[in-house]
């Protein structure tokens, strides 16, 4: 070792390796990269959470919501449903055909009872699916069958 500083040795001035402080380097940026993961999943968490249901509904498109709440559940049922780790929630309605008569049926999930409901208009939902409540991975559009 002659006059040549060999790698990975300490440096004189700072007493560091070569290594520690690259690794001290990427550290900052790491560090800056994992705040930044954390403040937009607070993000995606506050508005899939707060801002993605929908809501301010007229009666009929409560009544529509009630029924599309009850079919969802009924319809997509499966292992991550029952383990609470997808839910749904509506996040749009519109009228889909102002012409037609709808009609709402289904099983009342606190009476059990079965529940009819016509229609004027046929209304049509947009469902989103949620992992850890959180993050958006299915959406589907939920309508009402037509009164013939």
């Known amino acids: ?8 040795t300490a440096s004189k001035t700072t007493g560091r390796s070569d290594k ?4 001290r380097k990427h550290g900052k940026a790491e560090k800056g990269m994992i705040l930044l993961f954390l403040v937009l999943l607070i993000a995606l968490a506050l508005k899939s959470n707060l801002f993605d249901e929908v ?7 409560q009544q529509f919501k009630d029924f599309v709440d009850c079919s969802v559940a009924r319809d997509y049922s ?10 749904y ?8 055909d102002e012409r037609q008569q709808a009609v709402l049926r289904y ?3 606190k009476t059990g009872d079965p529940v009819e409901i016509r229609q004027d208009g046929r209304y049509q939902a947009e469902v989103r699916g949620y992992l850890l409540w959180i993050l958006p991975v299915k959406q589907f559009a939920v309508t009402a069958e037509v009164q013939k």
Request: charged letters at 30%.
């Open 1 to 8: 070792m002659s006059g040549k500083k060999a790698k990975g």
């Open 20 to 23: 520690a402080a690259a690794a």
């Open 55 to 61: 809501k301010d509904l007229s009666p009929a498109e």
């Open 78 to 87: 499966g292992i991550l449903e029952d383990m609470h780790l997808i839910n």
């Open 89 to 96: 929630r509506v996040f749009q309605i519109k009228m889909a």
């Open 107 to 109: 099983e009342d999930p």
